[in-house]
């Protein structure tokens, strides 16, 4: 796929998203995870790739000395300034940036984090990298998105990419696995929680290829969990649980 093709159906997808995206509730979910694994305090400065509406930028601000957050959609930029100025924080600094060639000297950062990006990154190799060479010796590398066994990945990107097409593929657990071994990151730890979101909320705040077909795709698979979310009714309402795992490691 054509990189800058890539990055312009992301800039699309995502000003379209913006206003919608932080209300979201269930994507403020574990926060205090983040926030817990990392031990941020007052003596971090922390870098959050492909911030988006600044969620994880301005709850990491509360904690640590400084957040820089860097996105490459400007309508996201311009939410996370909204919820910064909402917090009343001051000690975070914007930036609109391809997160591939990340604009920052080696070593810059005690805590570099990137959540919900890694399933958009053409290469997520590439992203880990930029990731690990601004981070500090012994700093904290922290990535988080949903992640399945190989066996449900197929389904789960039919299913993403009609939902958002800026979606490239949900990487497996193996997959992460390999990515961390590869930059020889040892030592990485995971946790897990279910986000969970209902079906309706979903699709308010999506823009899907073909609405119809993704939501008879996702009422179809209650009690079968081919997609990996464990679709489940109740009382006439459908809810997702997208699988968030996180991973964490010392440069």
């Known amino acids: 796929m054509d990189i800058k093709k890539h990055n312009k159906n992301i800039v699309e997808q995502f000003s379209k998203q913006a206003n919608s995206y932080t209300a979201i509730t269930s994507h403020s979910d574990a926060l205090e995870k983040l926030i817990s694994i990392t031990s941020a305090s007052k003596n971090d400065h922390v870098l959050d790739i492909a911030c988006g509406s600044g969620i994880v930028s301005c709850e990491f601000a509360k904690y640590s000395n400084y957040v820089t957050g860097i996105d490459?959609?400007?309508?996201?930029?311009?939410?996370?300034?909204?919820?910064?100025?909402?917090?009343?924080?001051?000690?975070?600094?914007?930036?609109?940036?391809?997160?591939?060639?990340?604009?920052?000297?080696?070593?810059?950062?005690?805590?570099?984090?990137?959540?919900f990006g890694f399933h958009h990154f053409l290469n997520p190799l590439k992203v880990l990298s930029e990731m690990k060479r601004v981070c500090k010796p012994n700093g904290i590398i922290m990535v988080v998105d949903v992640s399945l066994p190989d066996?449900?990945?197929?389904?789960?990107?039919?299913?993403?990419?009609?939902?958002?097409?800026?979606?490239?593929?949900?990487?497996?657990?193996?997959?992460?696995?390999?990515?961390?071994?590869?930059?020889?990151?040892?030592?990485?730890?995971?946790?897990?929680?279910?986000?969970?979101?209902?079906?309706?909320?979903?699709?308010?705040?999506?823009?899907?290829?073909?609405?119809?077909?993704?939501?008879?795709?996702?009422?179809?698979?209650?009690?079968?969990?081919?997609?990996?979310?464990?679709?489940?009714?109740?009382?006439n309402t459908y809810f997702l649980h997208y699988p968030i795992h996180i991973f964490s490691t010392r440069k």
């Open 72 to 115: 490459m959609t400007q309508g996201m930029i311009d939410e996370a300034k909204k919820l910064q100025t909402k917090l009343n924080l001051e000690n975070i600094t914007w930036q609109i940036g391809d997160v591939e060639h990340l604009p920052y000297d080696d070593n810059s950062f005690s805590i570099v984090v990137s959540r």
């Open 151 to 235: 066996s449900k990945i197929e389904k789960y990107n039919e299913m993403e990419k009609n939902r958002d097409c800026s979606h490239v593929a949900a990487l497996s657990l193996t997959d992460f696995s390999r990515l961390f071994k590869n930059l020889e990151l040892k030592n990485v730890n995971s946790d897990f929680y279910s986000m969970k979101i209902e079906l309706n909320e979903q699709l308010q705040a999506s823009f899907p290829c073909d609405s119809k077909a993704l939501k008879n795709m996702i009422i179809a698979d209650v009690g079968i969990d081919d997609l990996g979310v464990k679709v489940e009714k109740i009382n």
